[in-house]
């Protein structure tokens, strides 16, 4: 099988790493990719939003199957240009993609299908934002109704921040504050079967102690020893088959990544959000511990074959990743700084710790920083603790000027063993 994956960060190259591992592949493409995709796919350059352009280079790699990764060309529509030449796609439809592109949507499709998430209003004047605000009370959660890339959500006590926050948005929801630890849940679904993955967490906040802005996400690790182990079934039957059958009632069928980010509250499970693709971090500790080949799981999902495929299959082994970004990230990133000890950790560490790249780039000899999160280290081991201990012992042999990343990712979890 030939495999074209859309994109360039963490996620693709977990992805790439896992499809380069499938014996079912025989050519593997990535474009536009990053420095580290390029260890294990032939990279090629794209525009991943112009949808044309990326079916024409599907057809001219003659792939069999096209995983596109990031919500940004999902939304654009990116998996129906491929679709209408012919090749299988794993990512959803730009309509069905709305699930993650508008809150408001996605809140439309919950109420519908009696999916718990938190009660809200969406809002598009001064008066609806007071009136909301007022109605729900510290603490205030505000989302930008659009793509905000996991910045567009504040929650804050000062009403002030909050209202501003809410008048620099054209469209806003705001909702109910939902207390309790949060679950990453993906599942595989061809819009009628769904697969689920397993839980993990990830750590949104910059800073230690769960500190500092919202972050696109600076570690993960799976599976999570606290979980209630009927946590699956239970958010199965009440979030994501009624969501996946919502949606094809509707006439737009969800195939692809149903990503479900969830809050244990204490009147039970609600929905903090949708997104329409694998998560990142918490992709590169999920597929770190999938043992099922992947290829065919995805061209399952763009076939619609997915209730012919043996359930998957995973290894006891626990997974932890840590996010190295950049200076100043996630405000004003500093870009082009030189990366070091790369080498170190794939002639020391492997095959139990490896880098995944997420925002780099080759410039001559050497590996450069080019994003705000620029590697995510991830390790394996027979439990969190070890994981822990393996990931950290990576990220101390990699050197990248003015770095920073939270020192306590899966600690707590990992106490609790
Ligand atoms: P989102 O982009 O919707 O995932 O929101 C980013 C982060 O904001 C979430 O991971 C939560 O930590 C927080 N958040 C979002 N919605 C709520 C809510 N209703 N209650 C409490 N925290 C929330
Ligand atoms: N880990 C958060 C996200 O992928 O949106």
């Given at each position: 099988m030939k495999v074209l994956v859309i994109g360039g960060g963490a996620r693709e190259h977990a992805l790439c790493r896992s499809l380069s591992l499938d014996s079912d592949v025989n050519a593997l493409y990535c474009a536009p990719g990053n420095a580290g995709i390029a260890e294990v796919a032939e990279l090629?350059?794209?525009?991943?939003?112009?949808?044309?352009?990326?079916?024409?280079?599907?057809?001219?790699?003659?792939?069999?199957?096209?995983?596109?990764?990031?919500?940004?060309?999902?939304?654009?529509?990116?998996?129906?240009?491929?679709?209408?030449?012919?090749?299988?796609?794993?990512?959803?439809?730009?309509?069905?993609?709305?699930?993650?592109?508008?809150?408001?949507?996605?809140?439309?499709?919950?109420?519908?299908?009696?999916?718990?998430?938190?009660?809200?209003?969406?809002?598009?004047?001064?008066?609806?934002?007071?009136?909301?605000?007022?109605?729900?009370?510290?603490?205030?959660?505000?989302?930008?109704?659009?793509?905000?890339?996991?910045?567009?959500?504040?929650?804050?006590?000062?009403?002030?921040?909050?209202?501003?926050?809410?008048?620099?948005?054209?469209?806003?929801?705001?909702?109910?504050?939902?207390?309790?630890?949060?679950?990453?849940?993906?599942?595989?679904?061809?819009?009628?079967?769904?697969?689920?993955?397993?839980?993990?967490?990830?750590?949104?906040?910059?800073?230690?102690?769960?500190?500092?802005?919202?972050?696109?996400?600076?570690?993960?690790?799976?599976?999570?020893?606290?979980?209630?182990?009927?946590?699956?079934?239970?958010?199965?039957?009440?979030?994501?088959?009624?969501?996946?059958?919502?949606?094809?009632?509707?006439?737009?069928?969800?195939?692809?990544?149903?990503?479900?980010?969830?809050?244990?509250?204490?009147?039970?499970?609600?929905?903090?959000?949708?997104?329409?693709?694998?998560?990142d971090p918490e992709t590169q500790v999920v597929l770190a511990r999938l043992r099922t080949p992947l290829a065919s799981v995805l061209l399952g999902s763009a076939n619609g074959t997915l209730d012919t495929l043996p359930p998957l299959s995973w290894r006891e082994d626990a997974a932890v990743t840590v996010v190295i970004a950049s200076h100043n990230y996630p405000e004003t990133p500093r870009t082009g700084d030189p990366i070091t000890g790369l080498a170190e950790v794939a002639e020391l560490d492997a095959p139990y710790a490896y880098v995944l790249h997420a925002g780099t780039r080759t410039e001559g000899d050497a590996v450069v920083s080019a994003g705000g999160r620029v590697l995510s280290v991830t390790a394996t081991g027979s439990d969190l603790a070890e994981a822990r201990d393996r990931a950290y012992k990576a990220v101390a042999r990699i050197g990248l000027d003015g770095s920073q990343y939270r020192t306590d990712i899966a600690a707590k979890a990992a106490e609790q063993r």
């Open positions: 090629r350059p794209v525009d991943q939003l112009d949808g044309e352009a990326v079916a024409r280079l599907a057809t001219e790699l003659r792939a069999d199957l096209v995983v596109v990764g990031p919500e940004a060309p999902l939304v654009a529509g990116v998996a129906d240009a491929v679709r209408a030449v012919g090749i299988p796609v794993f990512g959803p439809s730009g309509e069905a993609a709305q699930l993650e592109g508008s809150k408001a949507f996605a809140k439309d499709v919950m109420a519908a299908a009696g999916v718990p998430t938190a009660r809200s209003y969406v809002c598009t004047t001064p008066e609806e934002v007071d009136e909301a605000l007022d109605a729900f009370g510290a603490p205030y959660v505000v989302k930008d109704d659009g793509l905000a890339a996991g910045k567009g959500v504040v929650v804050t006590d000062d009403r002030a921040a909050a209202r501003e926050h809410a008048l620099r948005c054209d469209r806003v929801v705001i909702e109910e504050f939902l207390d309790g630890p949060e679950v990453s849940l993906f599942a595989i679904t061809d819009g009628v079967t769904v697969l689920p993955l397993q839980p993990a967490q990830d750590f949104k906040r910059a800073l230690d102690g769960d500190a500092g802005p919202n972050t696109g996400g600076m570690g993960a690790y799976s599976p999570l020893p606290w979980g209630d182990p009927k946590l699956v079934d239970e958010v199965m039957a009440s979030v994501l088959q009624p969501t996946v059958d919502e949606l094809r009632h509707r006439g737009t069928p969800f195939s692809g990544l149903l990503y479900a980010g969830l809050a244990i509250t204490s009147r039970g499970v609600r929905v903090i959000e949708f997104n329409a693709r694998f998560g």
